[in-house]
């Protein structure tokens, strides 16, 4: 975002996260929110080292190179070894200090993401949980001793309004939103007194990669333009925005806190 200034073309986000040093976890291609958010990050001014699953090395390492980020380490949440490995790994790139840690990842196999919750197995449940909620408390640990260092920090999840209310088909993915949801809290509430500052954004949906592996989705969106408070449906990169306030001091007195960036559709209690 840009605003006129005496003639000039002053960018908002200059150096509002100038020398801040941090870590974004669920980048997998031009589409994801995590993306958005280290585009916003960026141009603020941080630091970045994007994480990374085996399988999408060679695309995270490019979209590294097209941002100018130097770091890319490996990083697969289900694995206790893989997450101690990384922030290791990430210590010695910065001297043992983090700023922030952003949690973009989410996943629930895609035959739980329609039909009835009811069915969900027991497997798709624990997969759901393990990956989309448990891994934030998991990654939480691992930093905690580069926040620490750093005399504090910021912690940013996404979330998504199918962890408050139901939504068609979210089912697994629902549940799993509301431990993390909850998880927010309860890490905010550990970690505040090493000013570790936790926070969710509950972003409305967008054409992802993934979202668009899901049946309705496109409905879904095109109802939200119409109806939403801001008539417009959630961009990635007003989600970036937050998560550069939430990652800067300007949020220093907010944790435990979730933002809803949805064009204010999580405030209707009827589609209009
Ligand atoms: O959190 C999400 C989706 C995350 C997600 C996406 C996939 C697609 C591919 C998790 N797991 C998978 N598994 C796959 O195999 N959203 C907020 C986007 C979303 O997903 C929905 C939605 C919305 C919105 C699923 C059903 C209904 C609405």
Same mark, same amino acid.
């Given at each position: 975002? /840009? /605003?006129?200034?005496?003639? +000039?073309?002053? #960018?908002?986000?200059? !150096? ?13 291609? +031009? ?7 280290? $585009?916003?990050?960026?141009?603020? !001014? ?10 999408? +090395? ?13 770091? *890319? ?6 694995? #206790? ?38 069915? *969900?197995?027991? #497997? ?38 199918? !962890? ?15 431990? @993390? ?8 509430? #550990? ?16 054409? /992802? ?20 408070? @801001?008539?417009? $449906? ?37 589609? $209009?």
């Amino acid at each position: 975002m /840009t /605003t006129e200034v005496q003639e +000039k073309k002053v #960018d908002v986000r200059n !150096g509002i996260l100038a020398g801040k040093k941090g870590v974004i976890l669920g980048i997998a291609n +031009k589409w994801s929110i995590a993306w958005g958010i280290a $585009n916003s990050l960026k141009e603020a !001014g941080a630091e970045l080292t994007f994480t990374y699953q085996e399988r999408l +090395k060679d695309r995270v390492d490019k979209l590294a190179e097209e941002l100018d980020v130097k770091n *890319t380490v490996e990083c697969d949440v289900t694995s #206790d070894e893989q997450i101690t490995n990384a922030f290791k790994t990430i210590s010695d790139l910065y001297n043992g200090k983090i700023d922030f840690v952003i949690h973009s990842l989410a996943f629930a196999k895609k035959d739980e993401l329609e039909g009835r919750y009811v069915d *969900t197995s027991r #497997d798709g449940y624990i997969l759901a949980q393990d990956i989309s909620a448990f891994s934030l408390a998991a990654v939480a640990k691992a930093a905690e001793p580069l926040f620490e260092a750093n005399g504090g920090g910021s912690i940013i999840t996404l979330t998504y309004l199918g !962890g408050e209310r139901v939504v068609k088909n979210y089912n697994v993915m629902g549940v799993a939103k509301a431990a @993390l949801e909850c998880s927010v809290k309860y890490l905010a509430n #550990d970690l505040g007194p090493k000013k570790i500052r936790v926070n969710a954004i509950s972003a409305g949906p967008i054409k /992802t990669l993934a979202s668009s592996a899901i049946s309705g989705i496109q409905t879904m969106i095109s109802q939200i333009a119409d109806v939403s408070p @801001l008539r417009k $449906n959630t961009e990635t990169e007003e989600v970036g925005d937050t998560a550069l306030f939430l990652a800067s001091d300007l949020s220093r007195g907010i944790t435990g806190e979730l933002i809803h960036v949805d064009a204010g559709f999580h405030i209707l209690g009827a589609t $209009n």
